[in-house]
């Protein structure tokens, strides 16, 4: 039970988790790439349009699997928004790559892609941007930018499932891209994670990869007549039970998605008014881009009003959280050259950024306490 009369997320059920989890063990196969595993690879590529979907135990692992792919070398640069979490870079940093750290946009929290060009050396590798709150990153200028200098662009979709940029879904403008089915994400399965491989050229290895460095999928499809250590890889694949819980969520999708939208318009329409009057801001979403109802956040006007705000709202059982830390302040990211001010506007959100309370089964009343709690803090 949590502490929190209104905790910050909560596991919710789509419906079907118990009775897929019980046919995976009838079907008599719970380990990795069972019939659940194919079935959310169908879904997953006839949805989003990608050539091909494979599930990880993590977003963390299938950024490794990116960085395997791309071959990064000791030396070779990525480029990524110190406002992310720590996997985003961390998969690259484990192949002796140097991370570029760029500052964000302050409206979307996106990274600048006006900053991009300028940080771009005959070193760099990778960029990796990260679509914050599963709002759209400039994927226009991005994608020139690193055609124009052979650059490959992963994008980190941990928040993004099913958001779209200009109409095309997230997850479908890099080589690869990752998911998160973290159990703070919209669809999930505890922990588990997908790479998208949107360029087919990495479609084998990454197969190979995903499985312990063997030709073990190639082996079951009858393409080889034995399976052997061809590659680097390691063990990237979830239990079938896993992916029976993931299917039932991702056939939810659109109950799932409709619920959040509800949740996060309810708090957008009962804070608008609070907001404008306390300086505080709302989430900003462009046009171009449809969000999935990630999150909701506010950015409050100073670390003091942030961290009262985070202490009211304790102090009612309701937990609200910040979010990420600048990475180039982290320990990590001193090492690697980071100092204060490198990046100001991921520095000054950072302090300043606060999540509510939002999973599907929030209820209006609920959240009605939330915003209650809100308005009532300085009267
Ligand atoms: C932007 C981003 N990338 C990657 C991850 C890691 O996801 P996972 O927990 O599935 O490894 C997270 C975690 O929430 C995240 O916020």
Redesign the pocket.
Known sequence: MSAYRIPFNKPCLAGNEFRYIAEAIEQGQISGDGGFTQKCHALLEQQLHVHKALLTT????A?EMAALLLDIQPGDEVVVPSF??V??INAFVLRDARPVFIDIRPDTLNLDETQLERLITPHTKAIVP?HYAGVGCEMDVILDVAGRYGVAVVE?N??GLFGKYKGKYLGTFGCLA?Q???E?KNVTCG???ALLINDPQYIERAEIIREKGTNRSRFFRGQVDKYTWVDLGSSYLPSDMLAAFLYAQLEAREQIQARRQRVWEYYYEHLQDWAKDHDVRLPIVPAHCEQPYHMFYLLMLSLEQRQALIAHLKARGILSVFHYLPLHLSAMGQQFGGKEGDCPVTEDISDRLLRLPFYNGLTEADQSCVVAAIIELDG
């Open positions: 993590s977003c963390t692992h950024l992310t979490f996997s985003t990260v980190d941990a928040h990752t998160s089915f973290h703070t922990e588990g994670g």
